[in-house]
T-cell receptor, first 115, second 115 residues
Framework: AQSVSQHNHHVILSEAASLELGCNYSYGGTVNLFWYVQYPGQHLQLLLKYFSGDPLVKGIKGFEAEFIKSKFSFNLRKPSVQWSDTAEYFCAVNRGGGATNKLIFGTGTLLAVQP | GAGVSQSPRYKVAKRGQDVALRCDPISGHVSLFWYQQALGQGPEFLTYFQNEAQLDKSGLPSDRFFAERPEGSVSTLKIQRTQQEDSAVYLC?????????????FGPGTRLLVL
C-alpha cells in the first residue's frame, strides 16, 4: 500500500531562516505529488504540485519542492521564512492515472516561525 | 469565488446517535472526496464520487458510514450509531475534473465529537 512519511513533526525557526521539510513516499509507479498547507483557523490549501516535467516545482509564497525519483522524495523548501509561514504542512501523493485519485497524506509538520 | 462549504462546522453527538454531515462542492466540480482527519494525523481517504457515482468507498471504516451524492452536486456523509472513535474532523474536497493531476479544493471541515 502507498504511504507517505514526513520526518519532522514539529519545526521551530526564526524569521529569515531557511526551511526544508522532508517527504518520502512508498510507491513504485507513476505518482503525482502535492504539498498542502493549513494556516491557523483556515482550511487546507494547495502550495504546489508535481506531475511531470521539471522536477523542481515552484509554488505560491516563495515555496518550492524537488522531486527526486531515485530517493522517492519530494522535499519542500523556502530560502527565508516569515512569521506568516507558521502553519501545518502536509505532503500527499496519488497514483498517476489512478481510478480514484484519492490522496494519501503524511502526518503533517507543524512549523512555528518566531519573529 | 465560492469555495467548498461544509455544515455543520461543529457537531457534538451522544454515543449511539446518528449524524449527517453536508458538503457543498465548488459548482461544476465533477469529483468529490471525503476524508477523515484524527487529531495529530493527516487526512485519510474515506470515499470518492465522480458526479453521482460512488466509485470508491474503500476507506469507509465500517458499514455505519454511508455517503451519497444523488444529483452529482451536494454530498452527505452519514454515520449511524456513532462511537467515540468516530470523533474527528471530516473534510470534503472537490476537483474540477477526474484526472489525478487535478487540484483538490478542501472545505473547512466538520469537527465531530462523540461523547
Amino acid at each position: 500500500a502507498q504511504s507517505v512519511s514526513q520526518h519532522n513533526h514539529h519545526v521551530i525557526l526564526s524569521e529569515a531562516a531557511s526551511l526544508e521539510l522532508g517527504c518520502n513516499y512508498s510507491y513504485g509507479g507513476t505518482v503525482n505529488l502535492f504539498w498542502y498547507v493549513q494556516y491557523p483557523g483556515q482550511h487546507l490549501q494547495l502550495l504546489l504540485k508535481y506531475f511531470s516535467g521539471d522536477p523542481l516545482v515552484k509554488g505560491i509564497k516563495g515555496f518550492e519542492a524537488e522531486f527526486i525519483k531515485s530517493k522517492f522524495s519530494f522535499n519542500l523548501r523556502k530560502p527565508s521564512v516569515q512569521w506568516s509561514d507558521t502553519a501545518e504542512y502536509f505532503c500527499a501523493v496519488n497514483r498517476g492515472g489512478g481510478a480514484t485519485n484519492k490522496l494519501i497524506f503524511g502526518t503533517g509538520t507543524l512549523l512555528a516561525v518566531q519573529p | 469565488g465560492a469555495g467548498v462549504s461544509q455544515s455543520p462546522r461543529y457537531k457534538v453527538a451522544k454515543r449511539g446517535q446518528d449524524v449527517a454531515l453536508r458538503c457543498d462542492p465548488i459548482s461544476g466540480h465533477v469529483s468529490l472526496f471525503w476524508y477523515q482527519q484524527a487529531l495529530g494525523q493527516g487526512p485519510e481517504f474515506l470515499t470518492y464520487f465522480q458526479n453521482e457515482a460512488q466509485l470508491d468507498k474503500s476507506g469507509l471504516p465500517s458499514d455505519r458510514f454511508f455517503a451519497e451524492r444523488p444529483e452529482g452536486s451536494v454530498s452527505t456523509l452519514k454515520i449511524q450509531r456513532t462511537q467515540q472513535e468516530d470523533s474527528a474532523v471530516y473534510l470534503c474536497a472537490s476537483s474540477r475534473e477526474p484526472q489525478s493531476v487535478e487540484t483538490q479544493y478542501f472545505g473547512p471541515g466538520t469537527r465531530l465529537l462523540v461523547l
